[in-house]
């Protein structure tokens, strides 16, 4: 887990730019993932330029329906949006 790596801002740069997902904000930032032009997972993201806590990173991961270390992975590049496609199909069942 590398949550003391990346900052609420990190996360959702990452997110913007690999997996198109647009973020609106008032609370929180919310932004939906379109799998084949339908919403299959929602990701919340703190607002602010902190490090994230432990349980909200794990939280986050859950939200893409990814472990952490693929969490890990998709931050730091390894991980391209074929590759979260390729991971999120079998779990969604619209």
Known sequence: MKNNQFGCR????????????????????NGWYL?????ATRITVP????????GTYRSMASQLLLTVSQFDELL?????????????APKLTF
Do not use: A, Q, W
């Open 76 to 88: 730091e590049c390894p991980l391209t949006r074929m590759k979260y496609d390729d991971i999120l």
């Open 35 to 39: 799998y084949r032009g339908r919403r």
């Open 10 to 29: 990190d996360i959702i740069s990452v997110c913007e730019t690999k997996l198109d997902i647009s973020f609106r904000g008032r609370k929180e930032n």
């Open 47 to 54: 607002k602010g330029r902190h490090t994230v806590p432990k």
